[in-house]
């Protein structure tokens, strides 16, 4: 029984929760906004240091979400799903 509860919580911990899938979006909308701060202020304004500070703060931001969407991403992929292991269990 003990071996039973364990696997099913090692599984439960092993996939993404429902709470990280809304911060993996949340993140790729914020992705999609910078990016799109970045290409408007770098057509639209004049080169100042002001601007060069604040796009390369809005690259830091970029590449630090972008990191994390990288790692939810492998994370799921790595999660195994219930749908692949059911033909399996049937199977045996």
């Given at each position: 029984?003990?071996?039973?509860?364990?696997?099913?919580?090692?599984?439960?911990?092993?996939?993404?929760?429902?709470?990280?899938?809304?911060?993996?979006?949340q993140a790729r909308v914020a992705i999609d906004r910078i990016k799109f701060a970045i290409k408007h202020a770098e057509?639209?304004?004049?080169?100042?240091?002001?601007?060069?500070?604040?796009?390369?703060?809005?690259?830091?931001?970029?590449?630090?979400?972008?990191?994390?969407?990288?790692?939810?991403?492998?994370?799921?992929?790595?999660?195994?799903?219930?749908?692949?292991?059911?033909?399996?269990?049937?199977?045996?």
């Amino acid at each position: 029984m003990r071996q039973i509860v364990e696997t099913i919580e090692a599984d439960v911990q092993s996939r993404p929760s429902a709470i990280e899938f809304e911060m993996a979006y949340q993140a790729r909308v914020a992705i999609d906004r910078i990016k799109f701060a970045i290409k408007h202020a770098e057509q639209f304004t004049m080169p100042c240091d002001t601007m060069r500070e604040a796009g390369l703060q809005l690259l830091d931001a970029l590449e630090r979400l972008e990191g994390l969407d990288r790692r939810f991403q492998a994370r799921s992929r790595m999660a195994p799903s219930s749908q692949n292991r059911r033909p399996l269990e049937a199977k045996g």
